[in-house]
């Protein structure tokens, strides 16, 4: 697969605590110079980010981040700020307590008020699945389906584990058809980046793939590796 057309899914992605505005603005440079889906970054730096990209370049940052734990009411009021704030996607952290409690209208509930607040954006809605038995993936599969979420994701990428293919190949074959993927944490190689793809996900949330970009322009004079 072609890696400019691989980076159309990616979701370039910073969401380090000690991240600068002059990290956010490298980020978006790349962003915009490689034609990725969305750069991926706090919501503190959304507003700045937005007068610095316009039109140009899609924002997405995250709420209830990363454990999932806030009220629904605290993430509807980041969610909605964010979008106020420029912010053109949004992923949120489900409360992983209610899911092993096995309380998943709960966990519907919250995700439904969540999209509400965004107010017609893209929410994505990582699940956090290597906290998960296999049943639990299935199960949310079907929550966020109903919910009318637009993607179900698999990490964060501050917890135990990121994405793998099992989970991708099990979303794929759980979510409804209006339902899209997206793969967090772990892509590291273009190999990775295109197995997730052919699996079934739409985004693909990493960093890595725009360093190998510029490596391999580097490596060819300024010329492109792919």
């Not at 209830?64 to 420029?86: D, L, R």
């Not at 956090?128 to 698999?154: F, H, M, N, P, Q």
């Amino acid at each position: 697969m072609d890696m400019s057309a691989i980076l159309t899914h990616v979701d370039h992605t910073l969401l380090s605590p000690v991240a600068t505005w002059e990290d956010i603005r490298t980020l978006c440079d790349d962003g915009m110079r490689f034609a990725v889906a969305s750069v991926c970054i706090p919501a503190s730096f959304v507003a700045r980010a937005k007068a610095y990209v316009g039109d140009r370049l899609a924002l997405c940052t995250v709420i209830g981040f990363p454990n999932g734990y806030s009220t629904t009411a605290v993430k509807c009021f980041e969610a909605a700020n964010a979008v106020q704030n420029g912010a053109d996607e949004v992923d949120m952290v489900i409360n992983l307590g209610w899911v092993k409690e096995g309380d998943f209208e709960a966990v519907q509930r919250e995700i439904e008020a969540v999209k509400a607040a965004c107010g017609g954006k893209i929410l994505k809605v990582i699940v956090e699945t290597c906290l998960l038995t296999e049943e639990e993936k299935i199960a949310l599969c079907g929550v966020v389906s109903r919910a009318g979420a637009d993607y179900i994701k698999t990490s964060t990428g501050f917890s135990t584990g990121g994405a793998t293919a099992a989970d991708i190949a099990l979303f794929a074959a759980h979510v409804q058809p209006h339902v899209k993927i997206k793969a967090a944490g772990g892509i590291t190689s273009v190999a990775d980046a295109e197995e997730f793809l052919v699996l079934g996900a739409d985004r693909l949330g990493t960093s890595r793939l725009i360093k190998l970009a510029k490596e391999g322009k580097d490596e060819h004079n300024g010329n492109t590796a792919y």
